[in-house]
């Protein structure tokens, strides 16, 4: 069975610091991965999207990078700004079974000014 | 553009009651699904759609009903309640294909009492 874990759970930084957040999941046979934020109180606004045969997707100053063979997945997040705050998902999509993405608890993020 | 919208936005029931929580997308997306989400366990794949009159189960679907009669709308419904249903519940849709972005709706907040 599928399973993904975000670590760390929380993470604060100051203002232009350049982080790393990591995904792990136990099954490499995914379809595919993707990055999630959501703000408090708000639904989920997709970040970036990785299928099974790319390795990275990059978004402004956002890199999703994907490694299948050691079931992980970090989003790098350059120059970190307060309006970065926000708790980040990743999910997995896996390959059969169905549509039937496994989410991670998400890494709350807060940037100070 | 109102995308995936959902009502109502909070709900409070009584133990034994029925409800419908409704969802409906404008943007004819075949993939629509339902999430509850718990503090510290991301979120959890209740039931999804892969098109009208197509649904099949997700991770937990124990005391959930779900029915796809147009593309527009997935609504879900819950049997009886129960606390243990006390939850926020999100909507979402993809367009034709699993490696498509999730859109998701803002989110029911329900509590059962």
């Known amino acids: 069975k599928q399973e993904v874990t975000q670590i760390p759970a929380a993470l604060s930084v100051p203002e232009g610091e350049n982080l790393v957040l990591n995904c792990s999941f136990t099954?490499?046979?995914?379809?595919?991965l993707q990055w999630f934020r959501q703000d408090p109180g708000k639904g989920l606004t997709s970040l970036l999207l990785i299928q099974s045969s790319q390795r990275e997707q990059t978004s402004g100053r956002l890199n999703a990078s994907l490694d299948k063979s050691s079931g992980r997945s970090t989003l790098y997040i350059a120059a970190s700004q307060p309006g970065d705050s926000a708790t980040y998902l990743c999910a997995a999509l896996p390959n059969t079974g169905g549509f039937k993405t496994i989410f991670g608890a998400g890494t709350r993020l807060f940037v100070k000014a | 553009n109102a995308g995936v919208t959902q009502t109502p936005k909070f709900q409070v029931l009584k133990t034994g009651q029925s409800m419908t929580l409704q969802c409906a997308q404008d943007m004819n997306h075949e993939y629509m699904s339902w999430y509850r989400q718990d503090p510290g366990m991301g979120l959890r794949l209740i039931h999804y759609?892969?098109?009208?009159?197509?649904?099949d189960q997700g991770e937990v679907p124990n005391g959930y009903n779900v029915s796809r009669s147009t593309t527009e709308d997935f609504p879900l419904r819950l049997l009886s309640a129960a606390p243990s249903q006390t939850s926020v519940y999100f909507c979402a849709s993809n367009n034709r294909g699993a490696n498509t972005e999730a859109f998701f709706g803002q989110g029911t907040r329900l509590t059962v009492v």
């Open positions: 759609s892969v098109g009208a009159g197509i649904t």
């Open positions: 099954d490499s046979a995914i379809y595919n």
